[in-house]
């Protein structure tokens, strides 16, 4: 659930912290990222299980400074392995986001709108069945404490979106049972 929602809101949380201060008729800050990972997690969705875990993830973000919307566009593709099993799962993503402050102040409490349009999330097995797929259209209003997240709420649902409609708890169902975690 952890790794799900850190995937989730990595473009948003990345996007606040690092808004400019400049003057508003400034034009948009674009950023580009690619980040190629190999990670060890010892604790797997709590389980206790060790999974390894590597990626490649593209981001592109623009600001519009210094309060204004913040869009990202995103593609990547992260896989898990248990080392006991051999078995992997494909988490690969691709869409596109956009957050704006509709309350409060970023150094502060302030509520963020996130929209996400595309694929968050595809799981599947290394050249297997599709086990979980959320797409389309989905909105969050998500507080903050300057950084610190405090809390997500669903606005909007259009497609299908089993894992959020879960809480998130769906993907750590779905990945166990794929790994063989017990």
């Known amino acids: 659930m ?12 990345l996007g606040l ?18 980040d190629v990972f ?11 299980q060790t999974v390894d875990v590597e990626g490649d993830v593209r981001i ?3 600001f ?7 869009m990202s566009t995103f593609s990547g593709t992260v ?8 078995l992997s799962v494909v988490n690969s993503f691709s869409g596109h ?28 097995t290394k050249n297997g069945p599709v086990l979980l797929r959320d797409a389309g259209l989905i909105v969050f209003e998500i507080t903050f404490d300057g950084d610190e997240f405090i809390s997500q709420e669903t606005r909007l ?11 998130f708890t769906l993907f750590c169902e779905v990945m166990t049972e794929a790994l063989g975690i017990e």
Not at 80 to 86: A, E, H, L, R, W
Request: aromatic share 6%.
């Open 60 to 62: 592109t973000d623009w």
């Open 157 to 167: 649902v259009k497609g299908p979106h089993p894992d959020a409609e879960s809480d």
């Open 64 to 70: 519009s400074p210094p309060d204004g919307p913040f």
């Open 97 to 124: 986001s956009t957050e704006t402050i509709i309350s409060g102040d970023p150094e502060g409490i302030h509520t963020v709108l996130a929209t996400t349009t595309g694929l968050p999330e595809k799981l599947q």
């Open 79 to 86: 896989t898990f392995t248990n080392p006991d099993t051999g």
């Open 38 to 48: 190999t990670d060890t997690d010892p604790d797997f969705c709590g389980t206790g």
């Open 2 to 13: 952890k790794q799900l929602r850190f995937l989730l809101l990595v473009p948003i949380t």
């Open 17 to 34: 912290a690092l808004m400019p201060t400049a003057a508003s008729a400034a034009p948009p800050e674009v950023n580009h990222f690619r």
